[in-house]
Each structure stands twice: as C-alpha cells, then as structure tokens.
T-cell receptor, first 114, second 111 residues
Framework: DAGITQSPRHKVTETGTPVTLRCHQT?????MYWYRQDPGHGLRLIHY???????DKGEVSDGYSVSRSKTEDFLLTLESATSSQTSVYFC?????????????FGEGSWLTVV | EDQVTQSPEALRLQEGESSSLNCSYT??????LFWYRQDPGKGPEFLFT???AGEEKEKERLKATLTKKESFLHITAPKPEDSATYLC????????????FGPGTRLSVLP
C-alpha cells in the first residue's frame, strides 16, 4: 500500500463538462504526479508538483490543469472534457521510501467522456 | 531522441519455463531505471530500482540487471501468478522529475 487514494475511481461524463480528479497521499512526500495510460502509448506524464502551489507541465498537459493547496492533495481538472481524454488516470508520488526518486502509484481513475 | 523500448511486446511461457524481458533505453545521464508489475485494472506496483551499470536486484523469482544500454528482467521458473504486464521506466538528468515509461511486456504464464 503506497498511501495514495484516488477519487473518483470511475466516472462517466459528457463532452464539454468540467471534471476534477483527486489524489490524496498520507506519505507527506514532496513530489506528486498525474499520468494517463492509453493502449499503444503507455504511461505519459500530464503534470507534476514539487511542493504546495508548485507545479509543472508534463508531456501531455494540453487540456488539463492542476492545483496543490496542501501537501497531501493534488487535483487534476479537465476544464472541458473531450472524448480524447477518455483514459485511465494514475496519481503517483515519489520519495525516499525504498531509495530516492522511486515512484509509487495509486489504483487509478477510469474516466469515460461520452 | 531519448526513448525507452521493451521487448517482446507479449510473451507466453509454460509454468517453470524461465525467460527474460528486455528494456532498452537511449537517454543521457541516467539517474535510475525502474521495473514495475501491473495487473489488469490496477496501478503499477514497484519492483526494483537500478542506478548503475552492473547492478543487480532480486525478489523471489525475479532478477533485474542493468547495463549502459539496457536492463533485463529475468524470470526463473515462473508461476501463473507471475502473469502481468511488466513496465520499465527511466529517470534521466535532462527529464527533471519526469519518469519516462516503456510500453510494457505482457507476460502470460500457463499452468
């Protein structure tokens, strides 16, 4: 158990609606990440955070925004969901549990945009 | 261009039939190479971190090795419960905090 909770775990939403996914950690780690996983593409980084209110873009950040107001929470927002954002979203944290920079994942949030 | 590739894409083994999975990378300034196991409908589960060429790590039937260009995940006498997708990832100095993942190898171990 990596101490990461994602919510919701499953969501179906309509095109054009806003969606927020939440990631909560109990490890007090500095770095938090949002990845998406799609067939044929593997895991791709959307955004990451290196501290409260400190975030940076990843490889596939267009259409996504993030916020981190507390160490333990990292939110991913789709301002206006599109069908191309149908995916599995994984939150991850990294910290010195079993060595520096090791990354641990949550259980995933399945998002379907119809 | 920096990239991470894995081979084979899929592998079917009989129970007890040992084999190896490959992860090849072309990055400069490797900070770490990571192996994960992912079961269907689950998040990736951390297995190993390797930091330098020549390093080896073992866990039960799994052994990971690292050279300057690739890593191998050796599976000795696999059991059906070893069936999963195995992912490798690298972290390099020019990636900042990004971990770049390979596409994975889907392993099936038949009883």
């Amino acid at each position: 158990d990596a101490g990461i909770t994602q919510s919701p775990r499953h969501k179906v939403t309509e095109t054009g609606t806003p969606v927020t996914l939440r990631c909560h950690q109990t490890e007090n780690h500095r770095y938090m990440y949002w990845y998406r996983q799609d067939p044929g593409h593997g895991l791709r980084l959307i955004h990451y955070s290196y501290g409260v209110k400190d975030t940076d873009k990843g490889e596939v950040s267009d259409g996504y925004s993030v916020s981190r107001s507390k160490t333990e929470d990292f939110l991913l927002t789709l301002e206006s969901a599109t069908s191309s954002q149908t995916s599995v979203y994984f939150c991850a944290i990294s910290g010195p549990r079993q060595g520096p920079n090791t990354i641990y994942f949550g259980e995933g949030s399945w998002l379907t945009v119809v | 261009e920096d990239q991470v590739t894995q081979s084979p894409e899929a592998l079917r083994l009989q129970e007890g039939e040992s084999s190896s999975l490959n992860c090849s990378y072309t990055v400069s300034g490797l900070r770490g190479l990571f192996w994960y196991r992912q079961d269907p409908g689950k998040g990736p589960e951390f297995l190993f971190t390797l930091y330098s060429a020549g390093e080896e790590k073992e866990k039960e039937r799994l052994k990971a090795t690292l050279t300057k260009k690739e890593s191998f995940l050796h599976i000795t006498a696999p059991k059906p419960e070893d069936s999963a997708t195995y992912l490798c990832a690298v972290q390099a100095r020019n990636y900042g905090q990004n971990f770049v993942f390979g596409p994975g190898t889907r392993l099936s171990v038949l009883p």
